[in-house]
């Protein structure tokens, strides 16, 4: 389950129509979806055979084109390139559709004077619109797996706003053994 927290108002939320209901104003769509069915160590190959109908109907509602699967493990080369192109706010020409598979991150969701943070996990399908302002980084194990969609992979390109908003916020990841006691701070890349 996702964890959301609006720091302003120091409030979290981790339920799944809470998530939802926090996060419709400002777009974003939210689920859980069920995870048993691949196994952890599942090809990209069985998990888009084993999401096939989700994938399409997703493709359906949303004009996606294609889908892949992502896998970033702290192995992964570049890593830190890549983290520091989606850590400042930025918005996408095309919807960031993620079903996260394994691994944890957090996306700060900006819009008129409110963020909101979401962090992602295992089981969670986030649909952020394009032109949302956001950011994102992974949480301290630097690992996420997740199904992507996309209307057309070009317009996947961070556009900056340079309105340095994520600088006052530290990335905080509660952790999968969140039960309101726990937390762990994400690193800083
Ligand atoms: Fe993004």
């Not at 896998?71 to 890549?82: A, C, W, Y």
């Not at 089981?123 to 994102?136: A, K, L, N």
């Not at 194990?141 to 600088?167: C, K, L, M, N």
């Amino acid at each position: 389950m996702a964890v959301v927290t609006v720091p302003a108002e120091d409030r979290t939320i981790h339920d799944e129509l809470g998530i939802q209901a926090e996060l419709a104003p400002l777009g974003v769509d939210y689920e859980r979806w069920d995870l048993s069915r691949v196994a952890e160590d599942a090809s990209a190959e069985a998990v888009l055979e084993a999401y096939a109908a989700e994938i399409d109907e997703m493709k359906r509602l949303g004009g996606y084109q294609t889908a892949d699967v992502i896998d970033v493990s702290p192995q992964t080369p570049g890593l830190d390139t890549m983290l520091a192109k989606f850590d400042r706010e930025h918005t996408h020409s095309e919807d960031e559709v993620r079903f996260i598979l394994a691994g944890r991150g957090i996306f700060y969701l900006h819009k008129d004077d409110k963020v909101v943070s979401v962090e992602v996990g295992p089981g969670d399908m986030i649909r952020v619109p394009r032109g949302t302002e956001h950011w994102f980084t992974l949480c301290a194990e630097r690992r996420i797996r997740a199904i992507r969609w996309f209307q057309d992979t070009t317009g996947w390109t961070p556009h900056y706003t340079a309105s340095g908003v994520e600088a006052g916020y530290q990335p905080l990841c509660f952790g999968p053994a969140y039960l309101g006691t726990r937390a762990e701070t994400t690193i800083t890349v």
